[in-house]
């Protein structure tokens, strides 16, 4: 039983293992939900794994053979399959979180990347960016900046205090 719960651990948390947080420009991460999807197939499945886990441990029997299949039995069997299921849950939902959060956070920083590649310039004074020497040595001459815009008239003076 023990292997059980630990084989269920361990297919759990994929999230934990596979998603990678937004990083450089372009951002590179991951941005598919399918880690977080599988966590949470797992932590559904797991309370019934371990149901039949213990069910399959096979029920007592009478003396002549007979199973003591009793509703009792059942019930104690199903609330140990629960029990157990408890650090799987916590596992994979933490996992799951933890990967739906990683990947809009993925998902966000692309869009913001490809807006921030596709938006005008701002207005204002362009200054272009430095020029390599030329081949002969000497540095070829840099375009004028734009003027300025002069600012607006200064604001009138309060009004004198009586």
């Known amino acids: 039983m023990l292997k059980a719960g630990l084989a269920l651990l361990a297919i759990g948390g994929c999230s934990f293992a596979t998603m990678r947080a937004p990083r450089g420009s372009p951002p590179e991460c ?10 949470i197939a797992v932590a559904i499945a797991s309370p019934f794994v371990a149901y039949e886990l213990l069910k399959s441990d096979g029920f007592p029997q009478n003396a002549d053979g007979t199973s003591t299949n009793d509703g009792l039995d059942q019930f104690i069997r199903g609330f140990a399959a629960f029990g157990v299921s408890f650090p799987v849950w916590a596992v994979t939902g933490t996992s799951s979180i933890y990967g739906f959060v990683k990947a809009d956070r993925c998902s966000r920083a692309k869009r913001d990347y490809q807006q921030l590649m596709a938006a005008p310039p701002v207005p204002g004074q362009y200054v272009p960016p430095p020029v390599m020497p030329g081949p002969g040595g000497a540095p070829p001459q840099q375009p004028q900046p734009l003027p300025m815009v002069p600012p607006g008239p200064a604001p009138a003076p309060p009004p004198p205090q009586q």
Do not use: C, F, G, R
């Open 30 to 39: 991951t941005e598919s939900s399918a880690a977080p999807l599988i966590d």
